[in-house]
C-alpha cells in the first residue's frame, strides 16, 4: 500500500460525456502527477501539479484539465470524452521540488470504460 | 511517444530460474526506474538507478545501467510465481521539461510458472 488513494475505482461513460477522477496524495507528498495507460500499453504522462500549480504536461488536448487542492489532493477532468479514453488512469504522488526525481508512490487507478 | 523499450515483450520461466528483462530508451535522463504491475492494476516502484550509478541491488532484484548504450537491465534471482507481472522501465528527464515527469516502456509481461 502506497498510500495514494483513487476513486472511483471504475466508471462507465458515454461518448461526450464529461468525467472527474480523484486522487489523494501520500501525507507530506505536494506534488500529484496524472498518466493514462491504454491496454497492453506502459502509462503516458499527462500533467503534473506541483504546489497547486500546474507544473508540466504530455501530449495530451486541452479537454484534459486538473486541479490541485491545498491539501495536496488533486482532479482529473475530462470533457467531451471519446472512445479512445477508455484506459487505466493512475495518479502518483511524490515530494517534489524544481528539478528533483523522486520516487513517484502510484494509486492503484480508475478503470475508465467511454462506450 | 514512449521513451523506452523493453526487451522481450514476453517472458515465461519456471519458479526458481532467473529472469533478465531489459530496458533501452533514447534521451539524456536523470535516473531510471523500474516498476511493477500486477494485472492491471496500480504501478508498485522496485528500484532506481542513477545516471550516475552502474549498478544496484535490492533484495533479489539487479539493475544495472549503461548510460553510453542508453540501456538498462533488470535481473530476478531465484523467482517465484508471485512474481509474475508486468515489469516497466521509466526514466526522468535529464533538463527542462516537467520535473519528475516519468516516460515508461510498454512493459514486459513476466510469467513465472510453479
Known amino acids: 500500500e502506497t498510500g495514494v488513494t483513487q476513486s472511483p475505482t471504475h466508471l462507465i461513460k458515454t461518448r461526450g460525456q464529461q468525467v472527474t477522477l480523484r486522487c489523494s496524495s501520500q501525507?507530506?507528498?505536494?506534488?500529484v502527477s496524472w498518466y493514462q495507460q491504454a491496454l497492453g500499453q506502459g502509462p503516458q504522462f499527462i500533467f503534473q501539479?506541483?504546489?497547486?500549480?500546474?507544473?508540466g504536461r504530455g501530449n495530451f488536448p486541452p479537454r484534459f484539465s486538473g486541479l490541485q487542492f491545498p491539501n495536496y489532493s488533486s482532479e482529473l477532468n475530462v470533457n467531451a470524452l471519446e472512445l479512445d479514453d477508455s484506459a487505466l488512469y493512475l495518479c502518483?504522488?511524490?515530494?517534489?521540488?524544481?528539478?528533483?526525481?523522486?520516487?513517484?508512490?502510484f494509486g492503484p487507478g480508475t478503470r475508465l470504460t467511454v462506450l | 511517444s514512449q521513451q523506452g523499450e523493453e526487451d522481450p515483450q514476453a517472458l515465461s520461466i519456471q519458479e526458481g530460474e532467473n529472469a533478465t528483462m531489459n530496458c533501452s530508451y533514447k534521451?539524456?535522463?536523470?535516473?531510471l526506474q523500474w516498476y511493477r504491475q500486477n494485472s492491471g492494476r496500480g504501478l508498485v516502484h522496485l528500484i532506481l538507478?542513477?545516471?550516475?550509478?552502474r549498478e544496484k541491488h535490492s533484495g533479489r532484484l539487479r539493475v544495472t545501467l549503461d548510460t553510453s548504450k542508453k540501456s538498462s537491465s533488470l535481473l530476478i534471482t531465484a523467482s517465484r510465481a508471485a512474481d509474475t507481472a508486468s515489469y516497466f522501465c521509466a526514466t526522468a528527464w535529464n533538463y527542462g521539461g516537467s520535473q519528475g515527469n516519468l516516460i515508461f516502456g510498454k512493459g514486459t509481461k513476466l510469467s513465472v510458472k510453479p
Open positions: 538507478i542513477r545516471s550516475n550509478e
Open positions: 501525507s507530506g507528498h505536494n506534488t
Open positions: 534521451t539524456s535522463i536523470n535516473n
Open positions: 501539479y506541483y504546489r497547486e500549480e500546474e507544473n
Open positions: 502518483a504522488s511524490s515530494l517534489g521540488g524544481l528539478r528533483t526525481y523522486n520516487e513517484q508512490f
